[in-house]
């Protein structure tokens, strides 16, 4: 695993996960966005200079600024040919959110989960959907 | 000597007036007048003696047998017979004496006749009027009574008897006559009346009530009338006649109609009765008040003369469709409006007036005032849309603190279980400096909610008339330091003398939160400034806070300005619970803010003070 983009405005969900992380996957860069634009505008760039794109990217939904549907409304525009696999993690019960996601996943060329916080352990699913998928 | 007599007598006897003639003791017709001729016509030769016998021939009720026995007889004696004339019966009346010389000695028989044909019609007419008053009497329950003034007799008749109820041979008398009615009006009136006509001959016909000999209580018709001679009343006469079932059935009609009539009248409900023009021919109380008009002034009138011209022909239209096709309308939502543009609405039935053949002759109209029910239900349906949006608030403001708590909360967990399985000391260390930052932002986040439910709680708003310039210099002076630092440029156009309706709490932290947030979201290049200006709306004054900021893109944030926990800028000092927290306060106080925005050029807030207290 080479690229891991974690993108949400609470810096003890952003520890927890790398923490996690750590413990169960080894990877060179693990990058933290406080907000979807952060994000976005990161991966606009990458394209720009042919850098490659993260494999799996955890999301927030509540954020200032652009939060994580707004995201995921812009990264799906964004020409992607890997499948990449996006953690959509909120703490909101919100059965709304839930129906979001769902529309989102089933237009979506990529791999969507939904976990709720808390998050103890990163599932084997959230980093890989290789052999599924095959 | 005796011849001369004879002729001297037949001489006097033809000149007779009287019809007159004389028989001898051989029943031979001696002589007679011309007038007995007239009835008795002779048959041959007056100069042969005749038998009388012979002229009574062919009258009935005398035989010849009963003329002999009347001839002889020493006394005087009447005999009625008829004959058939020329043309009708005649009715005769032959009156026999004896005839005696001046010797006293009987000669023979004087008859004389008259015709009784006028006086036999009388009792023929006399016997079937007494016939007919006696059927008028039994009929119609007449009865009658006689009071001699001289022997001081009462007598009744037999109806009288029956309508007292006293067995026939009952003999009454004046005293017992006036107990039979009714202790009270009909006892005294009769009484008053009898004396009256007694004393000044006044006929008097009163109705009464009296009390039966069985005890049975009756309305009567009692007459009286003085029967005078020589302006002296000799006799009274009376009638006496059960009028009891005509009284009664009068009295229940009567009843039912004041009872139909209280009725209508004192419905709550507006009845009416319109003829075949839809003009007015029966208005009740509840019209009558309705349309502020006496019964009078409103019978003839059409609904065109009432209320307003649409309602009008609305309504006629509805009465000849009515009265069209029979059928009832019954229970429409109708809405009227009075010549003064009031508006009534009413529940309104018309049901159509038939006559005998089935055709209608107008309508008869109900109608109930539902204003107030209208009105209610207005209420009602605007509490529900208040409540349908508060609901939704509190379920949006449910997740918000849903969300919050529960990240909080996670994040307890998450970072508990890292320290359980941690080993190494540094890093549990670290884990638990992240413990506490996340049990300050718990608190904060409380602490926030709190500051929301406070607003949502207050819901008995005191609004107060404040100055809005010296709310203005409040916040300015809190905030002295802070502006002076940023260097802000403060602009205020607003009129010493204008006065807002607000919350004095409200107020200051409305005015806080849009300085503070104008000076926070500043343009990097550009040294802030801040005009707060004040104008006049429709519903109060309205406060303008303008800057030359960054500004917001509306069409991608618009409706999430106001929300909770929004930020859009990469601000560490947003909460993203200022505007949400000033929006509730002004809403809470009836007023509204807008907002006004374009990216790199500063924004405009808009508050509309609400100046009414409801």
Redesign the interface.
Known sequence: MNNIFIIDD?P??V??IK?MLKASVSCENISAF??GKMAIDQLRLDIENGCPMPEVIFLDI?M??MDGWEFLEAFLALPIENRIIINVI?????PADYHKWNEFRLKCFHYLNFKN????KIETTDLSRINLAS | MKSTQTDLNNSIVHQLPLATVLVDLSFNLIDASHTWHQFFPSKKDLNNPQKIFTFFDGHEGCTPELLEEYLIGNDIRTIRHSVMGKDNLQWLESTFAPWFDDNKTIQGTIIQTIDIGRQIQKDVELEQTKELFQATTEINHIGSWEYNIETEKLSWCKMTKQIHEVPENYEPNVAEAIEFYKQGYSRNKISMLFHKILQEGTSFNERLQIITQKGEEKWVAAGGKAIKKEGKTLKIFGTFQDINQQVVAEKRTKESERLLTTLIDNLPINVFIKDKDSRKILVNKAECSYLEASPDELIGKTDFDLYDNTVAKTSRDEDLEVMRSLKPMLGEETINVRKDGSITHFLTSKIPLLDLEGKAYGLIGMSMDITNLKQKEEQLRNLINVTAIQNKKLINFAHIVSHNLRSHSANFSMLLDFLIKEKEPKEKERILGMLSSASDNLLDTLENLNEVVDISTNVNLDKKSLSLNEGIKRVQQNLSAFLEKNKVEVTNTIDESIRVMSVPAYLESIILNLMTNAVKYRHPMRVPQITLTASNEPKGIALSVTDNGLGIDLERYGDKIFGMYKTFHNNKDARGLGLYIIKNQIEAMDGYISVESSVNKGSVFKVFFNEENE
């Open positions: 609470d003890i969900t520890f927890g923490k406080d907000n509540n200032p600024i909120t703490s909101s019960i919100d916080k808390p998050i103890f």
